[in-house]
């Protein structure tokens, strides 16, 4: 154990001081003010509030996605009374944010002194991804806030012996384990941790066992489970969905990640400030090369990922973000402390349980570019750690180089960022929607064309059959949209009744490739090319219904021309029974496309810079499928990077 | 420990009866805690009741 050192109070804290006050201030104002931007809340976590305030939590049919239903509950419960508020969504996550950093100010002002203190507070808010998140409306940080909380709790009980502490150590792994699937690891470690330490003390044990059970039947979050059950056989979701998302490569598995994510976490701070990002793909080629070397290729991912597409994402976004060069320097403590055994100090406790965390993370959860904020917990330990060393005789040095990456990260990140700047805060007030849907700008038209629809028929129904991947938020909770989910077969029921009532009735298709207009009395409205599978159709009489219509791309057709490798065409009404097109591959390579609709199949081969003039036979409502591969275009071509699949130039003609 | 009770504001009088949990920045944690597991629970109760 760290021997207790005076209260030090030197111009390192009179400055750290104020420095994390102005950001924690920038921060509320975040909390306060943004919208919901974040792509997970938009489609489930907060998405399904309003779902579930319409259909309730059992045998609702409402559900858009697995990830509504199968996903705890808890933490984004909470958002509820903000999205009647329309604002505030992120200040849970900001309250779970300022608890943590109270939680390492009194820690490290007890261990080592005020200085200690507010450089931990700096330290924590010169990680990247763990500032980012303390403004989000995602999860991960309510675990991390469950793990510091329920270290305060036994920590405190330690010093004090008082019920109060053994209680709210209860409540606070209950609170972790309901906010996220993944905080049940934290969850169950803090119980066994929690039983060692009070083997000694019967009457602590009993209450804390007791507060246990109840905290984890009332914030478990026990609903989705039962939820998921009912829906799909199994507590944690469909079987499909979780052996896609979990770790099925065992120790080899758990190793690689573990390599991916220290790998990942190498930042020199510089990156935010270049145009072209040269460092970090030297880092993925390295982690390629390691991954080799160990022959660990390709394991330890979700399905869909592989070495080969490894990226090692630094775009300034909440879920894409590294923890800059505050994290790496801890990390390489954390590294550090593996080879150099401290085992009574606890900056070394502190980087064996953020190893054990981490791990744990590289176990159980299969890769994918967005892990990084899984990581909170690991890295604000190592943080915690890296100060407590600091106090260390002889690593004084260390302190002033945690304290100038602090601050630097503090004023740089925020600053280089996707949506934290300060313009973002003005635009949360100014261009309120484009900040909203600025994850998803082509989300923007779709809300455009529904936002006009209403205005011309305010008495009118907008009803929405959505998708999987689609961002519910914004239709459910925009009072100006006010738009009705619904379910196919109620889609089918509710337009003749809304015909027979005289109700001017608007249908949202958001992103279903599956659905077919079919014998339904709907006309287009708007299509959305940039946004797949989705249409803005109104109801009309049957006998309103046009005899030709124009052919429109459902999916996989973007402004310039181009198509992505696989496209789609919807013909509506058709009656000419051919459809003429050129294709043009301008590309330096050769490309092979197959085009299909209900009548005919035909393959070609285009030879760099060929045009072709094709034709197909339709049916008088069809579906023209485009499939162009190689689905990438070489990034030397200059036309694209390996980021952008890009499949050929398209020109209807007439 | 000089730090482990700083008050965040003037303690209440004797007169104002007892407290669950006095307001320091020791126990600010839990209140925090307390007030969103609180929120959790009522939105929660309020979903599952529908």
Redesign the interface.
């Known amino acids: 154990m760290n021997s207790p050192t005076t209260?030090e109070w030197t111009w390192m804290g009179r400055i750290a001081r104020p420095v994390s006050c102005a950001a924690l201030v920038y921060w509320a104002l975040f909390a306060v003010l943004a919208p919901v931007t974040v792509w997970d809340a938009h489609v489930y976590n907060l998405g399904r509030?309003p779902l579930?305030?319409i259909?309730?939590?059992?045998s609702n049919s409402l559900w858009t996605s697995e990830r509504q239903v199968a996903f705890p509950?808890?933490?984004d419960?909470?958002h509820?009374?903000f999205l009647h508020l329309g604002a505030g969504f992120a200040l849970?996550s900001f309250?779970?944010f300022?608890?943590?950093l109270?939680?390492v100010?009194?820690t490290l002002?007890?261990w080592h002194g005020?200085d200690a203190g507010w450089l931990g507070v700096l330290v924590l808010l010169g990680l990247p991804t763990l500032a980012f998140q303390a403004v989000a409306t995602k999860n991960d940080l309510?675990v991390f806030?469950?793990l510091?909380?329920w270290f305060?709790?036994v920590s405190?009980w330690q010093?004090r012996p008082s019920t109060?502490h053994v209680v709210?150590a209860a409540?606070?792994i209950?609170?972790m384990a309901?906010a996220k699937t993944s905080g049940l690891i934290p969850a169950f470690l803090a119980i066994l941790a929690s039983g060692w330490i009070f083997r000694s003390a019967r009457t602590a044990l009993a209450v804390f066992a007791a507060a246990l059970l109840m905290s984890l039947a009332?914030?478990g979050?026990i609903?989705t489970y039962v939820m998921a059950k009912h829906s799909y056989g199994s507590p944690l979701g469909p079987d499909r969905f979780v052996r896609d998302h979990r770790n099925n490569d065992g120790v080899k598995g758990a190793v690689a990640n573990t390599v991916r994510y220290v790998a990942a976490n190498l930042s020199t701070g510089a990156e935010p400030w270049l145009k072209t990002d040269t460092i970090t793909p030297r880092w993925e080629q390295r982690c390629r090369s390691l991954l080799a070397s160990l022959d660990l290729v390709n394991v330890g991912y979700r399905r869909d990922f592989d070495d080969a597409h490894l990226r090692f994402s630094r775009i300034g976004w909440d879920s894409a973000s590294d923890y800059g060069p505050v994290g790496t320097l801890a990390l390489a403590l954390a590294l550090l402390a593996l080879g150099w055994w401290r085992t009574r100090e606890m900056w070394w406790q502190l980087a064996m349980a953020a190893w054990l965390l981490l791990v744990a993370v590289a176990f159980s959860v299969a890769w994918m570019p967005w892990n990084n904020r899984f990581l909170l917990a690991p890295f604000g330990l190592l943080g915690v750690a890296a100060v407590s060393l600091s106090w260390r005789p002889s690593w004084r040095a260390l302190r002033w180089v945690l304290f100038a990456l602090s601050a630097y990260s503090v004023v740089t990140y925020p600053l280089t960022s996707f949506n934290k700047r300060p313009s973002d805060l003005a635009g949360a007030i100014l261009h309120r929607e484009t900040q909203e849907f600025k994850e998803r700008p082509s989300m923007q038209p779709v809300a455009a064309a529904v936002r006009e629809w209403r205005e011309r028929h305010p008495k009118g129904e907008v009803l929405m059959l959505a998708g999987s991947d689609s961002w519910v938020l914004p239709f459910l909770t925009a009072g100006s949209l006010n738009v009705s989910p619904v379910t196919a077969e109620d889609l089918r029921n509710r337009i003749p009744a809304n015909m027979a009532k005289n109700i001017a009735t608007a249908v949202l298709i958001l992103n279903r490739p599956d659905f077919r207009r079919g014998e339904l009395p709907l006309i287009r409205v708007a299509s959305f090319t940039e946004e797949r599978d989705t249409t803005l159709y109104t109801v009309v009489a049957p006998s309103e219904m046009n005899a030709v219509t124009a052919p429109f791309w459902r999916s996989g057709f973007y402004a310039d021309g181009w198509t992505a490798p696989r496209a789609e065409l919807d013909l509506e009404g058709w009656t000419v029974g051919i459809i003429r097109m050129v294709l043009w591959n301008p590309t330096p390579i050769v490309r092979s496309i197959k085009l299909a609709s209900s009548l005919e199949q035909k393959e070609f081969v285009l030879q760099p810079s060929e045009r072709l003039h094709v034709q197909l036979r339709t049916a008088r409502t069809d579906s023209v499928k485009i499939d162009v591969s190689p689905p990438y275009v070489p990034k030397a071509t200059g036309l694209a990077d390996d980021s952008r699949p890009l499949g050929v130039y398209v020109t209807l003609e007439e | 420990m000089p730090h482990a009770k700083r008050p965040l504001s003037v303690p209440s009088s004797p007169q104002s009866g007892p407290r669950l949990l006095s307001l320091t920045w020791e126990n600010l944690p839990y209140f925090i805690l307390s007030l969103l597991a609180t929120v959790s629970l009522l939105s929660r109760l309020y979903l599952a009741l529908r």
């Open positions: 209260s509030l579930a305030e259909g309730g939590l059992w509950l808890t933490f419960a909470v509820l009374p849970p309250l779970c300022l608890g943590t109270t939680v100010w009194s002002r007890r005020r309510a806030f469950g510091a909380v305060h709790g405190s010093r109060q709210f409540v606070a209950g609170f309901g009332a914030l979050s609903e």
